[in-house]
């Protein structure tokens, strides 16, 4: 059970997170140019496209025999479920030091919701195991996989009028050193009260 909910709340905030990139708008990541781009030719809503794209990419591992995890379902559902009411609760700011900060924010928390969301352990984001699996069924390196995938939905995103910007070089500079931080905290904090919860299951056993 608190597995799940530290799943369910990383995965919120995580949603939450991009939501506040989006709203920045000085640019996104790959795969969130790609649903920007998309949502630009098709209407349908940042959050619903979100999810769309997850559910195709999750399809993708049956080819490259992956196995998803709880985790990897729930990613499909709820990242971009929450990034909607993200985009319905935030405004979209007004000069450059309001984008700024709303974009610094975002990309701070998700950090954090990466690292909340995958120290349950309970099954990679779609995306994340779209690469490993290639990198399984291919023996190309994983950082060659990622960056092959990355650039083309980077390119296709661009292509479709795809939001891109400084913040998305930002974002591809920053990210992966500050979740290097995030995820071993939270790792330690979530074994550490794994554990005082097992301690006192088993004092309250022999009580």
Not at 44 to 63: A, D, E, H, K, R
Not at 76 to 87: D, K, N, P, Q, R
Not at 103 to 131: E, K, Q
Request: contains cysteine; proline residues 5%.
């Amino acid at each position: 059970m608190k597995s799940l909910s530290w799943l369910i709340t990383g995965l919120f905030l995580y949603g939450i997170a991009l939501a506040m990139l989006v709203q920045g708008a000085l640019g996104l990541a790959p795969w969130n140019t790609l649903t920007s781009g998309l949502v630009e030719i098709t209407g349908i809503s940042f959050g619903m496209m979100t999810n769309l794209i997850g559910l195709v990419v999750l399809l993708l591992w049956i080819p490259l025999r992956q196995r998803p995890g709880v985790g990897t379902v729930l990613n499909v559902l709820l990242v971009g479920t929450s990034a909607e009411i993200g985009l319905w609760l935030l405004p979209q700011p007004s000069g450059l030091v309001a984008q700024v900060a709303l974009f610094t924010g975002g990309l701070l928390l998700l950090a954090a919701a990466t690292g909340i969301y995958i120290a349950p352990g309970l099954g990679p984001g779609p995306r994340d195991g779209l690469m490993t699996g290639l990198h399984e069924r291919t023996g190309a390196p994983v950082w060659l996989c990622r960056a092959g995938v990355e650039i083309t939905v980077l390119a296709v995103g661009w292509l479709l009028g795809g939001l891109v910007g400084i913040g998305t070089v930002a974002e591809a500079l920053l990210i992966g050193p500050m979740v290097h931080r995030t995820l071993p905290f939270f790792r330690t904090v979530y074994a550490g009260r794994s554990a005082a919860a097992a301690v006192a299951a088993e004092t309250r056993a022999s009580a």
